[in-house]
């Protein structure tokens, strides 16, 4: 089974650090880690990715659990626009399968 | 550059009508995918194609059909709609190696009388 299993929804406050957890306990060595958010009436973008090691970016940051099995995406200061379902997923076929993501909810 | 561009972006339908929504992509890339969005609910694959002339089955294909005559562009068909699928129809598409991010266009809102 390719999906990965995310909490429905998570809020937090604006300006506070926000983690979001993945799991995918059935990955495969050769899977990477991708995670796009949804902005409401938006499709999805890309936000970040990653194999083993932790990565950075001007968006985010992504934490990866050695053993592979669940990863966290970090934003280091939750904003009014950072209010979006984010989806974790699998890349390693050719089929990339969403599930439902979390909803982000942030408060002023 | 424009990237992921659908069209329309939105239809209203009546039961047994038939359109074609179509996806074009400008970065060369060889992937692409269909999906719909219903209220709630995470992105369900309708078919995919890995590359010109080429199409797959995903997660939900019945009464869809597509076509990818065009590396650039890959359309969906509906030949009788339902009202089950109204919906929101996003494309998307990727290069061929993992670590290429999924690039999505707008979305199209079809609703079905």
């Known amino acids: 089974d390719a999906k990965t299993t995310q909490p429905n929804s998570m809020e937090s406050n604006e300006e506070e650090p926000v983690h979001l957890p993945c799991n995918h306990s059935?990955?495969?060595?050769?899977?990477?880690i991708h995670w796009y958010r949804q902005l409401p009436s938006q499709g999805p973008e890309y936000v970040i990715h990653?194999?083993?090691s932790n990565v950075n970016n001007r968006m985010a940051s992504l934490a990866i659990a050695e053993d592979r099995k669940s990863s966290t995406l970090i934003l280091h200061r939750a904003t009014l626009r950072d209010a979006a379902v984010y989806y974790c997923?699998?890349?390693?076929?050719?089929?990339?399968?969403f599930g439902r993501g979390t909803s982000l909810i942030v408060h002023p | 550059n424009a990237g992921v561009t659908q069209t329309p972006k939105f239809r209203v339908l009546k039961t047994g009508q038939s359109m074609t929504l179509l996806c074009a992509q400008d970065?060369?890339?060889?992937?692409m995918y269909w999906y719909r969005q219903d209220p709630g609910m995470g992105l369900r694959l309708i078919h995919y194609?890995?590359?010109?002339?080429?199409?797959a089955k995903g997660e939900v294909p019945d009464g869809y059909n597509v076509s990818r005559l065009k590396k650039q562009n890959f359309l969906l068909g509906l030949e009788s709609a339902a009202p089950s699928q109204t919906s929101v129809y996003f494309c998307?598409?990727?290069?061929?190696?993992?670590?290429?991010?999924?690039?999505f266009g707008e979305g199209s809102r079809l609703t079905v009388l």
């Open positions: 998307a598409s990727s290069p061929i190696v993992y670590t290429g991010e999924l690039f």
């Open positions: 059935t990955i495969s060595g050769t899977d990477y």
């Open positions: 990653g194999l083993t």
């Open positions: 997923i699998r890349r390693g076929s050719y089929i990339p399968t």
């Open positions: 970065m060369n890339h060889e992937y």
């Open positions: 194609s890995v590359g010109e002339g080429t199409t």
